[in-house]
């Protein structure tokens, strides 16, 4: 009746017990009851999560339901099997633009292998400033006080008008186009992508690539969508 449903350990234990007490219920723990991670708690929490209260913080449920960070934290992990996961920031998409979407992401699954994505040379441009860039989260200082971090390297300064420059970037299964430099101040415009930019990617084209034909992916800046662009490519 039990074959397959129930370990043979568990009926020999069962087994056991009622030998011992004459009864096979489950006998009373010899630990401290929990007083803190409750069943109260733990509903409370669920029900928490599955409400419509936007603002969903440890720390916040922690205050309203009267326990430490802690516990809550351990009802979340070990009683609920939740993780924590930050919110992400994406563009705002209109149903009109999520069904262009799709349909270009059918067409490149069903068109574009493996083969032909060797092929293709991925560029971008990026403007790099002399403010640089820090992680707030991982570039930290240690010191026993504010004060004292400063001096260690506690803080980042920022320029409000940085010298910045705007590089063009690649990337090919064959290997890395080299880096095309603006001028400093220049901006990317149709003429100066037509005029220096598409010969230069042109180059790099013949030195990685030869004479196979290959793709060139751009993303949908106004300087790329130019009507004389499109007529050049």
């Known amino acids: 009746m039990l074959v397959g449903k129930v370990h ?14 004459g009864s096979i219920g489950v006998r009373k ?12 708690l733990i509903n409370l929490v669920n029900k928490r ?7 969903k913080s440890l720390r916040t449920m922690a205050k309203d339901f009267n326990t430490s960070l802690w516990t809550a934290r351990r009802v979340l992990n070990e009683d609920l099997h939740e993780k924590c996961c930050r919110k992400i920031k994406v563009q705002k ?11 270009c992401c059918q067409w490149i699954r069903k068109n574009i292998g493996c083969d032909k994505t060797k092929k293709i040379m991925f560029t971008d441009k990026k403007i790099f400033t002399r403010n640089g860039y820090f992680n707030p989260k991982n570039d930290v200082a240690w010191a026993n006080n504010r004060n004292n971090a400063n001096e260690y390297g506690g803080i980042h300064e920022r320029e409000k008008y940085p010298v910045s420059i705007m590089v063009a970037l690649g990337a090919t299964w064959n290997g890395i186009p080299v880096p095309f430099f603006f001028q400093r101040g220049e901006r990317l415009n149709g003429k100066t992508y037509l005029d ?4 230069f990617y042109k180059m790099e084209r013949d030195r990685l690539f030869g ?21 050049h490519c």
Request: with cysteine; charged share 35%.
């Open 211 to 231: 004479h196979q034909s290959w793709g060139f992916q751009q993303d949908g800046a106004s300087c790329h969508t130019d009507k004389s662009i499109d007529e």
């Open 29 to 40: 723990k010899s630990g401290r009851p929990r007083t803190a991670r409750t069943k109260r």
């Open 93 to 103: 998409l209109n149903e009109d633009q999520k069904s262009k979407r799709t349909k």
């Open 49 to 55: 999560l599955n409400s419509k209260i936007p603002r």
């Open 196 to 199: 220096e930019l598409l010969p």
């Open 8 to 21: 043979r350990s568990t009926v020999d234990r069962w087994i056991q017990r009622y030998k011992q007490s």
